[in-house]
C-alpha cells in the first residue's frame, strides 16, 4: 500500500519493533522496582510508546532529543542500547552513565541524546538552548524536546515556548498529555482552554494528535519535523495519550479510578499497530518473532545487569569538576 | 592597556576572548545596546552581532538552561544574570542541572558556562539587590566560584572563568564596577583556585575577597600605624580556596581573621575559619575570629545599611583585640 511522507510498511514495522522494545524494557523496569531489585524513581513508558517512536523515526542521528523523567522509551527510540541502559538503571559498571544517574538521567551523547531529567521542564529548557547552539554553530541538525502536560505548568516550560519563537529555533516540542501530572489530574491543576492554545498564543503552530496511534504520530512527526528542518521556526506536538501505570513504579494510584486505568488497554499502541501491520501484509509468525525478540533482548539485559559489578567506590569522585579536583577530593 | 576600570577589564577579557574563539557567546538581559548594567559588555553587541551578544527576555530560568543546553553541545556560553539576587531565579538550572551535569552523565558531557552574577551592596539597593550569596554556590559539588577584587582579576579570572570546562559562578562586585586599576591585555588567564597575598605581614592572618579587598587593605595599614602587622589574603576563588596559601600564612602568623560582606552566620568565613582550626588548632594564638553583616535582610535607609557593612575600624580593633590576647 502506499504510504504518504516517505511512509512505507517496513518503516512502520521497524517503529513498531522499537516500541515493543520499549514495552519490554518498562515492563521490565517497574517489576524490578517493585520487587526492590532497583533503587530510587522508575517512571514507566508503557502505553506511550507510539509517541516516541513515530517522532524518533523521523530524526537523523544528528537530531538532538531531550526528554524527562519518563525517559526510557525516547533513548530507546533514538537508538540507545537497552543493555547499557539496564545497567544503568541497576546502577552497575558499565551503564550508559557509569552507574552514577540512574532511571531519570539516562543519555547517551554519542547519539545525541541529552538525556532524561528529575526535573520536569529543564530538559525543555535545555532543549531550546541545544538549538540556540545549532544556530550558533551552522549546524544542519534540529532539536526535540518530550516533555509531559505536566510540564505546561511550570514557568521555565512557557519561558522556553516564549524563547524559542522569539529566536525562531530549530526545535519541536512534543507534549507527551497523558493527563496526570505526578499523582494529580492535570485538568484538575490547570487553567484556560488547553495546550494547544499555550503553544499558539506564542505564535508556534500546533498539532494535536492522538498518540496511541502510530500512523498518525508518524505523519504529524513528519510533517512538523520537515517544517522545523527547513527553518520555519519551532512547532509544537500534542499527543494524547495513556500512561497505564503510576507516576512511579511505585504508586498507590489514590487519584484515578481504576476502571479508568482497565480501559487503556483497549487503545494499546502497541496492539492497534500490530493490527495494522497484519492488514497490511505481515505475517502474524512475524510478529511473534518480533516480540519474542525483544523479550528475549531485555532478558538478555537484564541478566547482564543483574550480574555485572558496581562501580568502584573511586568513581564517586570522578567527573565532579576539575578545578581543585586533585587537592579536595 | 594602562589604567582601566574593573567594568572596563571584564568587557576586555570577554573581547578578547570571543575574538580568540568564535564558540564563545554571551547571553542575558540588557547587553545588547544597553551594554550590560555597568556597561560591562558596551559595543559588544556591535562587533559581534546579535547571535553572540544575545538580548534576551527576563526569563531567568531559561537563560540558565538555554546557556546549559548550548553548552552541553559545544559552545562556551557566558551568562549575564545581572544581581547575584536575580541568580536565585535560575538556581534549579544552576544547581540541578549545570552542576551536575556532567556527573550524573558518567562525565559524557561537560558544562562549559560562565555565570555571572554580581554581588554586594551598591549604594542603597536595598534587600533584593545588595547580597552577597557566594557560600550557598560553594556548598554545590560541581561549580567553580570566583570573586574577583581588582580590575587586573577581573581580566585574568574572566578569562580563566571562559577557558574553564567546569561552570564557573563569578561574582564581581557592584561597588567595585568604577574602580580603576592597571590592566595588562596581554596578561594570561590566572590560575584558578589561586590566592593572592595583597600585603605581607607577620602578626595575623586577615583573609578576604571581593569587595572587603580595600578595607581590608584600608585597614591594615592603620594596624601598621599601631604597630601590627596584618598580612592580607585575596582569595579571588572561593571554590576551590587556596587553602596551601592561608595555611603557610596563619601557621607563621597565628591568627586569623576573616572579613566579608557577606552575612557572617553561615558564611563562607565558617568554612576559613572551620578548615583553619581543624588543621592548625596546635598553631593558633588566639581564636579566629569572623567579620560579616549581621543577620538582617539589607536595609535601604543609609544609617542602617552603613550597620550592615563591616568598618575599616572593625577590622582594625579586630586585630588590635586579637594582639591583645595573647
Known amino acids: 500500500m502506499s504510504l504518504p511522507l516517505g511512509l512505507s510498511v517496513e518503516r512502520i514495522h521497524a517503529m513498531y519493533q522499537r516500541m515493543l522494545l520499549m514495552r519490554a524494557f518498562d515492563e521490565h523496569a517497574g517489576l524490578a522496582r517493585r520487587e526492590n531489585r532497583l533503587r530510587g524513581s522508575v517512571h514507566e513508558y508503557t502505553g506511550q510508546e507510539a509517541i516516541a517512536a513515530g517522532v524518533c523515526a523521523m530524526l537523523r542521528p544528528a537530531d538532538y532529543i531531550s526528554s524527562y523523567h519518563r525517559g526510557h522509551g525516547h533513548c530507546i527510540a533514538k537508538g540507545a542500547d537497552p543493555a547499557a541502559m539496564m545497567l544503568e538503571i541497576y546502577g552497575k559498571a558499565g551503564g550508559v552513565c557509569g552507574g552514577k544517574g540512574g532511571s531519570m538521567h539516562v543519555a547517551d551523547f554519542s547519539l545525541s541524546i541529552l538525556g532524561a531529567n528529575g526535573v520536569v521542564a529543564d530538559g525543555v529548557t535545555i532543549a531550546v538552548g541545544a538549538a540556540q547552539a545549532v544556530r550558533l554553530l551552522g549546524e544542519e541538525r534540529i532539536v526535540v524536546a518530550f516533555f509531559g502536560d505536566g510540564a505546561l505548568n511550570r514557568g521555565p516550560m512557557l519561558e522556553a515556548l516564549n524563547w524559542a519563537k522569539v529566536y525562531d529555533l530549530p526545535i519541536l516540542f512534543v507534549c507527551e498529555d497523558n493527563g496526570y501530572s505526578d499523582h494529580t489530574r492535570t485538568a484538575s491543576v490547570t487553567a484556560g482552554p488547553g495546550i494547544v492554545a499555550r503553544a499558539e498564543a506564542f505564535g508556534i503552530p500546533a498539532d494535536s494528535i492522538d498518540g496511541n496511534d502510530l500512523l498518525a504520530v508518524a505523519c504529524a512527526a513528519a510533517l512538523l519535523v520537515g517544517e522545523v528542518r527547513t527553518g520555519k521556526g519551532p512547532r509544537f506536538l500534542h499527543a494524547t495519550t495513556c500512561r497505564w501505570r503510576g507516576h512511579l513504579a511505585l504508586d498507590r494510584g489514590l487519584y484515578r479510578d481504576p476502571e479508568e486505568v482497565a480501559g487503556y488497554a483497549a487503545q494499546d499502541p502497541i496492539a492497534r499497530i500490530a493490527g495494522w501491520l497484519l492488514d497490511n501484509g505481515v505475517a502474524q509468525a512475524t510478529l511473534d518473532g518480533d516480540a519474542a525478540a525483544a523479550a528475549g533482548r531485555i532478558a538478555d539485559a537484564v541478566a547482564l545487569a543483574e550480574a555485572a559489578p558496581c562501580p568502584d567506590e573511586a568513581q564517586l569522585f570522578t567527573d565532579v569538576q576539575d578545578a581543585g579536583a586533585s587537592s579536595w577530593a | ?326
Not at chain 2, 180 to 190: F, K
Not at chain 2, 221 to 229: H, M, Y
Not at chain 2, 266 to 283: D, N, Q, R, S
Open chain 2, 1 to 326: 592597556m594602562g589604567v582601566i576600570t574593573y567594568a572596563q577589564a571584564a568587557r576586555l577579557a570577554l573581547q578578547q576572548e570571543m575574538q580568540r574563539d568564535p564558540r564563545v557567546w554571551a547571553l542575558g538581559e540588557d547587553i545588547g545596546p544597553e551594554g550590560g548594567v555597568a556597561g560591562q559588555y558596551l559595543d559588544l553587541q556591535r562587533e559581534f552581532g546579535r547571535h553572540r551578544i544575545v538580548d534576551t527576555p527576563i526569563s531567568e530560568s531559561t537563560i540558565m538552561g538555554s546557556a546549559i543546553g548550548a553548552a552541553i553541545c559545544g559552545t562556551r556560553p557566558v551568562v549575564e544574570l545581572r544581581y547575584a539576587d536575580f541568580g536565585l531565579c535560575a538556581a534549579d538550572e544552576i544547581v540541578n542541572q549545570a552542576a551536575k551535569a556532567r556527573y550524573m552523565l558518567g562525565g559524557q558531557v561537560r558544562v562549559p558556562v560562565v555565570i555571572r552574577q554580581p554581588i554586594g551592596f551598591r549604594e542603597g539597593m536595598a534587600a533584593q539587590h545588595s547580597q552577597s550569596t557566594e557560600a550557598w554556590w560553594v556548598h554545590i559539588p560541581g561549580l567553580v566560584v570566583v570573586a574577583p577584587a581588582t580590575p587586573a582579576d577581573n581580566h585574568a579570572l574572566l578569562k580563566a572563568a571562559i577557558r574553564s570546562d567546569d561552570p564557573v559562578i563569578y561574582m564581581e562586585h557592584k561597588e567595585l564596577w568604577t574602580t580603576t586599576g592597571e590592566v595588562d591585555a596581554q596578561a594570561a588567564p590566572a590560575p584558578l583556585g589561586r590566592a593572592a597575598i595583597r600585603r605581607e605581614g607577620g602578626d595575623l592572618t586577615l583573609v578576604t575577597w571581593s569587595g572587603m579587598l580595600g578595607d581590608s587593605l584600608a585597614a591594615a595599614e592603620a594596624a601598621q600605624s599601631k604597630g601590627v602587622s596584618v598580612e592580607v589574603i585575596d582569595l579571588r576563588t572561593l571554590w576551590p580556596w587556596d587553602r596551601d596559601t592561608v595555611f603557610d600564612s596563619v601557621a607563621r602568623t597565628g591568627r586569623l581573621l576573616v572579613v566579608h560582606q557577606a552575612v557572617k552566620v553561615g558564611g563562607f568565613g565558617a568554612e576559613i575559619t572551620a578548615e583553619v582550626a581543624e588543621h592548625l588548632f596546635g598553631a593558633l594564638r588566639c581564636a579566629p575570629r569572623r567579620l560579616g553583616a549581621p543577620r538582617t535582610p539589607v536595609p535601604y535607609a543609609q544609617p542602617l545599611e552603613a550597620l550592615c557593612r563591616v568598618a575599616p575600624t572593625q577590622i582594625v580593633s579586630s586585630a588590635l583585640a586579637m594582639l591583645a590576647e595573647t
